[in-house]
């Protein structure tokens, strides 16, 4: 059996208290190498050979969502260990600058979406965790900034 090693970088997007969350078409569910089921997604993906992680993140997110961001810091780091694959994905805490989206084929739905508007969506739970972190996380950063 041949097995396979990969990086993928994922983004949550913060724009005025609302986060960005993307719904994955049925062509890309189809396709999909590590999850069929999941319909919910973060702009991301896999990044190049010799490519910097940041550089990988922001090109994905202009390809699947034509959106300019700036990257604020690293999430979290978790590992997807099935028989044929092991994939590392980092998530980055994002801020939009700039642009309106329009999707890539891989994604048929967008909704940017507060923490209270999350609770009414069939959304995965380590995800509706991250966004919350990440919201948390920001809030630290504006206090400490703040403080100074």
Not at 21 to 32: D, G, I, N, W
Not at 73 to 86: A, C, N, S
Not at 89 to 105: A, H
């Amino acid at each position: 059996m041949k097995r396979d090693f990969a990086v993928a970088v994922k983004a949550i997007i913060i724009w005025e208290e609302k986060t960005l969350l993307l719904h994955r078409s049925p062509q890309e569910m189809e396709s999909s190498y590590m999850n069929k089921k999941e319909k919910w997604d973060l702009p991301g993906g896999g990044i190049h050979y010799f490519e910097h992680s940041s550089e990988g993140l922001l090109r994905e997110i202009k390809e699947e969502t034509n959106l300019t961001v700036k990257i604020i810091k690293p999430l979290r780091l978790f590992d997807v260990i099935k028989p044929h694959i092991h994939l590392c994905i980092f998530t980055y805490i994002c801020l939009y600058e700039k642009g309106d989206v329009k999707l890539s084929p891989e994604h048929d739905g967008y909704y940017w979406l507060t923490l209270e508007q999350m609770e009414g969506y069939d959304i995965p739970s380590w995800m509706k965790r991250d966004f919350k972190q990440a919201f948390l996380e920001m809030e630290w950063e504006k206090q400490k900034n703040s403080s100074k």
